[in-house]
């Protein structure tokens, strides 16, 4: 399977998947993140610091499924220094409602990416995939894994070393502490979180850190 | 890993914070106060109040947008979480802080159409009035709104020391004093050079010295 034909059918999977999410009163689930990450090529030497907040919403009924998308604003610096960004929005997606105020969700969209100097820029297609739960009263568990594939930019093509279906991959895992509330019936949390990302891209595995501060609510 | 967590614990704080004290009524004063608003959102959105005396009154005045009155504490103002005070001025220039609210911020509130993002909001309020009065203070960067200017807009600084290019997706503000804050859809990012401080928008919107 190319990966023309792989990204077309994880496509086609999610608009069915979304289909009539919308069809009677709705609920969710809506996610806010504040991060700074930084992520180091060992190999190479230089690293890439990004900032920015990722706004992530789940809408739909009763079914299995519901509506997915976001919106991912990100901008920093390399090391050696150059101004970096990275922006995608998530239109297409489906996902599920994990408790009052977790979710699983899988969206593809468009996006730009790129930095002054070290990093073509680029229109991305990314696909991500997003997992958070609570785990008791003050933890909860975030995750995400974000596959790009990349156009107008020759030079960041087949970046990932051990998926070579994709151009660039990146990924975090990270462990919230913070306070659940329920405010007037609505479920809702706060925290801050610290977690491990990774990264292939330019032929290169990047390891480093994200700090973050996480905000979600859910429907009564 | 200390490290990180060190980080993470350090995020949203400040040092040399002004204390909740109230002022005596020897003078007139005028405080500049925000509050986190309610949960869960209470360490990335603030809202401003203007607090307002004259000497020998023993109730204050409060200015701010969606509410107002009299109060007998300064700070406590529900459903407003943990307030931080910004601004103090007593005397001649309390004296003038407070004509001034009285003549710019009735019209200015009459006029408003509130729009929660990008403004104008409560905190665009905070910016105009501190602006039109002439009190030099900044709303932290968690008070999203302060640097409503339209779709595209420029001023002057609140501090009045520097110059701000704004639209809603993305601003600047550069100064002597201010630093640079650079500002992605109202959150903003980058330090402050007088007192010095990292910019960050959660929390009292600071790590480093409190703003004074």
Known sequence: ?????????????????????????????????LDASYLHDRQAGTGLGLAGFRLHGLIGTDAPIAYFGGLDLRAGTT??????YQTDLYLLGG??????????????????????????????LPVEALFEANLGGRLRVLGRARAVWLLAAP???????????????????????????????????NGYFVGVSYREARGAQWVGATLGYSVDVGSP | MKLALALVAATSC????????????????????????????????RH?????????????????????????????????????????????????????????????LAALHYRVWPGPNSNSFGD????????????????IGKDYRGLVGASWTTEGTGLQIETPVLGLRVGLKEGVEIHVLGLGFGFDLWPPALIVPIGSGRLGVADR
């Open chain 1, 1 to 33: 399977m190319t990966r023309a034909t792989s990204a077309m059918a994880l496509t086609i999977g999610l608009v069915v998947g979304a289909r009539g999410a919308l069809a009677s009163p709705p609920q969710g689930v809506a996610l806010l993140h």
């Open chain 1, 79 to 84: 090391n050696p220094g150059g101004f970096a």
């Open chain 1, 95 to 124: 996902g599920r409602r994990l408790g009052r105020t977790g979710l699983l969700g899988v969206a593809a969209g468009v996006g730009a990416s790129g930095a002054v100097g070290t990093l073509d820029d680029a229109v991305d």
């Open chain 1, 155 to 189: 030079g960041r093509a087949d970046g990932a070393p051990h998926f070579g279906w994709t151009d660039e991959l990146d990924a975090t895992f990270a462990v919230r502490v913070g306070h659940r509330y329920r405010d007037s019936g609505i479920p809702s949390g």
């Open chain 2, 14 to 45: 400040t040092v040399f914070q002004r204390p909740l004290v109230a002022p005596p009524n020897d003078q007139a004063t005028v405080l500049l106060v925000t509050g986190g608003l309610g949960h869960p959102i209470e360490k990335i959105a």
């Open chain 2, 48 to 108: 401003p109040w203007f607090a307002a005396r004259r000497a020998g009154e023993t109730q204050w005045t409060i200015w701010e947008v969606g509410g107002g009155g009299s109060a007998d504490d300064p700070f406590d103002n529900q459903p407003y979480l943990e307030p931080v005070l910004h601004g103090v001025w007593r005397g001649a220039a309390g004296a003038d802080a407070i004509a001034c609210l009285e003549r710019e911020a009735p019209p200015w």
């Open chain 2, 128 to 143: 105009v009035m501190l602006r039109r009065c002439d009190l030099h203070a900044s709303l932290p960067v968690t008070a």
